[in-house]
């Protein structure tokens, strides 16, 4: 039997925060070693049902708690399901750290941001700045509005290759730019930090 993660929801009464309540938490815990994960609320010990562990009638935020909660804690377990399922090697705080950064990583120039980095770190400064300017490119196509993997799909991707082809850029240059935007989606699935059913370079093709 796999070694696995369990996950568990905590009021962690070992805190207290300012307003005399305690963090409402969820503890991943693997080989005996515990990560810790806040929800965003807290409550108090009247406030929080011990026998059942969960938020009581007496919260004032009650339902608004337990959706949160409820959301937390299938975020948690999937990602401990998806690396079991993978045969990944993986601790709490792999667990905890990738759910974070999932957050993060939806918005492409939020992880856009953390590749060029790294790549600088690591010396890869005539590949990092490729990223760089896809990232550029990419903003201003968007008109600097946000953008997340899940609004890149096989239709944006078109409206850049027409948009580019209307202003006269050469073959090279659009095909350079939409590798950049592949690779950046393949990055980002090899960390699981989004799905690969978001990919839309199957269907589209360089």
Not at 10 to 30: A, E, G, M, R, W
Not at 117 to 130: D, G, M, P, T, V
Request: glycine share 2%; net charge positive; proline share 2%.
């Amino acid at each position: 039997m796999k070694n696995t993660a369990s996950v568990k929801l905590v009021l962690y009464t070992h805190k207290t925060l300012s307003n005399d309540k305690h963090p409402v938490i969820f503890q991943v815990i693997k080989d005996r070693k515990v990560k810790r994960i806040g929800t965003g609320y807290s409550a108090s010990k009247d406030e929080w049902d011990f026998e059942n562990n969960k938020p009581s009638k007496n919260h004032k935020y009650k339902r608004e708690l337990e959706t949160v909660i409820a959301l937390k804690e299938a975020e948690l377990k999937k990602q401990v399901f998806n690396f079991d399922a993978n045969d990944k090697q993986f601790s709490a705080a792999t667990v905890v750290e990738t759910v974070k950064r999932k957050k993060a990583a939806h918005s492409v120039f939020t992880y856009f941001d953390e590749v060029i980095k790294e790549l600088n770190k690591a010396n890869r400064i005539r590949y990092a700045h490729s990223f760089k300017c896809c990232k550029k490119f990419l903003l201003e196509f968007n008109h600097n509005r946000g953008l997340d993997f899940t609004q890149i799909d096989v239709n944006f991707l078109n409206r850049i290759e027409t948009d580019c082809k209307a202003n006269e850029w050469k073959e090279t240059s659009i095909a350079s730019y939409l590798r950049t935007i592949r690779t950046l989606f393949n990055m980002a699935i090899n960390e699981n930090l989004i799905t690969p059913d978001v990919y839309p370079f199957k269907k589209y093709k360089i």
